[in-house]
């Protein structure tokens, strides 16, 4: 797939399932590498989450916490950047959302879902895609 292209559609849709399997989790790190973060902000974002959920993909105690903090230090990066991007804070949310409490990864979950709330119903975002966000911040 060319750099020029950015399917955001497809990952979205796997973005759903990444926990599911791991060929799916592959799938989507594959798909959203390459793209810096100015590029896609939102691509750079699914491939940070997806390399958070390869942590569930492997043994070792030492490889799912180095798996996790990588994909949580570009997550944490991306958003820093752009903060009013609701997808990725969407992203961060799910995430959270889905994290172990030992992980002590949740602290931007009201105020993702604050911002996300204010935002997306005057979003350009497809309403397949509001419906998602919607049925994950509920």
Partial sequence: MALNTVNLDNMRELFTKIDQE??????????SSNYTMDYSPEA???????TMTKANYVFWPGTKLSYFNEGKAELEKVIKKYPQN????????????????????SDSMEGDKKLIQEKLDN????????????????
């Fill in 22 to 31: 791991e060929a799916i989790n592959d799938k989507l790190l594959k798909l």
């Fill in 44 to 50: 750079y974002a699914y491939h940070a989450a997806a």
């Fill in 86 to 105: 609701i997808e990725l804070r969407f992203i961060r949310y799910a995430v959270q959302k889905g994290s172990p409490s030992f992980l002590f990864y």
């Fill in 123 to 138: 979003s350009d975002y497809p309403e397949s895609f509001k419906k998602i966000i919607r049925a994950t911040i509920k």
